[in-house]
């Protein structure tokens, strides 16, 4: 019997999670229609998206709520997803992050079934689940969007900045 290392761990974990993720959404859908499945899915990754955050951060010794904890946390993620991204600015009350690849697109890709779930995917999943993140995470920082992989642009885009005014 293998004895089983954290390399090991990682490899069964990293692949299923994307796999469970997909297959989720693909059995409730043909259980309940896309409509109630793509609700449903938003209601689970919003919920995850919250104690995954919160546990990336404590895991990140990180204690407080500002502009810089919130993108140390999500390039933590996405680094850890396999995101490929850029920071193109990055002050104390402004970041801009370009996305090249984004994993969940990457994935809908090699599947010709789910390639016009894509962009909608995009604007009813990400979209809300990033606007819930941010808003829960800090109220005073504010994100914008104005690209998106999955909507035939070239990156996605995020514009997050920190109003510090009382």
């Not at 962009?119 to 690209?147: A, G, H, Q, S, W």
């Amino acid at each position: 019997m293998k004895k089983v290392t954290d390399e090991d761990k990682l490899f069964y974990f990293e692949k299923h999670f994307f796999t469970l993720d997909g297959l989720w959404m693909i059995e409730t859908e043909n259980e309940v229609g896309w409509e109630k499945a793509l609700k449903i899915d938003l209601i689970v990754w919003k919920r995850l998206l919250k104690i995954a955050i919160r546990r990336i951060k404590r895991y990140l010794n990180i204690s407080t709520n500002h502009l810089k904890d919130l993108i140390d946390i999500l390039t933590f993620r996405w680094s850890i997803e396999g995101w490929n991204y850029k920071v193109l600015k990055n002050t104390e009350n402004e970041v801009s992050i370009a996305i090249q690849k984004c994993p969940y697109v990457s994935i809908m890709e090699r599947n010709p079934d789910r390639h016009d779930k894509i962009p909608l995917i995009c604007k009813d999943m990400c979209i809300p689940f990033y606007e819930n993140i941010v808003k829960n995470f800090n109220p005073d920082i504010n994100m914008k969007r104005t690209k998106y992989i999955g909507l035939g642009d070239e990156i996605c885009n995020f514009i997050f900045s920190e109003d510090y005014s009382e």
